[in-house]
């Protein structure tokens, strides 16, 4: 059994460019949640998909945006880059969206914006 | 509104030494509760959750944690700490609040451990 995949791992853009995240969630799940998690803190919710739609949002704005694909596989995007958004991205899949489900976590996209 | 609190930055203790990391939560309904641990380069990986029944629930790797509603706490325990427990550890609430569904996080707690 595959384990969830994050692609790249490591990234690093400048202030204003746009960045794609990539997650392959663990094979039978259908949910995929993303975390913002900034060096010494606690993960914070950006968003969750659930069967290609959004399933719920944290307080990001706009600019951060996801797809959930039919393999269920999912991206995130950020557009307008700044520096605070220089964090490790995680990914998380799970059996199904309800907050009982355990959340398989990938590694992690340690994005460093300059 | 939710929030979890785990009141300890940073805890440093002896290798066989006993462990307890405190997490306090802010939830108006039936919490789901979960802790999980980040290793250096690795990801999150759960140790243990609550829903409901048996207050006390065993983990992985030999850790506990006891749901205490009185004291809104869901503290994590260990008997006798290795080596290999150093890492960060996060509390978390799952919430169900409409189709807001998602993980509330603590700051987290770094475990040191001595040998």
């Known amino acids: 059994e595959t384990g969830v995949t994050q692609s790249p791992t490591h990234l690093i853009k400048t202030r204003g460019q746009q960045v794609t995240l990539r997650c392959s969630s663990q094979s039978g799940h259908n949910t995929v949640s993303w975390y913002q998690q900034a060096l010494g803190q606690g993960p914070q919710f950006i968003f969750q998909y659930y069967r290609e739609e959004e399933n719920g949002r944290g307080n990001f704005p706009p600019r951060f945006s996801g797809l959930q694909f039919p393999n269920y596989s999912s991206e995130l995007n950020v557009n307008a880059l700044e520096l605070d958004d220089s964090a490790l991205y995680l990914c998380?899949?799970?059996?199904?969206?309800?907050?009982?489900?355990?959340?398989?976590f990938g590694p992690g996209t340690r994005l460093t914006v300059l | 509104a939710q929030s979890v609190t785990q009141p300890d930055i940073h805890i440093t203790v002896s290798e066989g030494a006993s462990l307890e990391l405190r997490c306090n939560y802010s939830?108006?309904?039936?919490?789901?509760l979960f802790w999980y641990v980040q290793s250096p380069g690795q990801g999150l990986q759960l140790l243990l959750k609550?829903?409901?029944?048996d207050t006390l629930v065993q983990g992985i790797k030999g850790f506990e944690a006891e749901f205490k509603r009185s004291q809104s706490s869901f503290n994590l325990r260990k008997p006798s700490v290795h080596w290999s427990d150093a890492a960060e550890y996060f509390c978390a609430v799952g919430t169900n609040a409409g189709n807001n569904r998602k993980l509330i996080w603590g700051l987290g707690t770094s475990l040191g451990v001595n040998p």
């Open positions: 609550y829903f409901s029944g």
């Open positions: 939830y108006g309904a039936t919490p789901y």
């Open positions: 998380a899949s799970s059996l199904d969206s309800g907050p009982y489900n355990e959340q398989f």
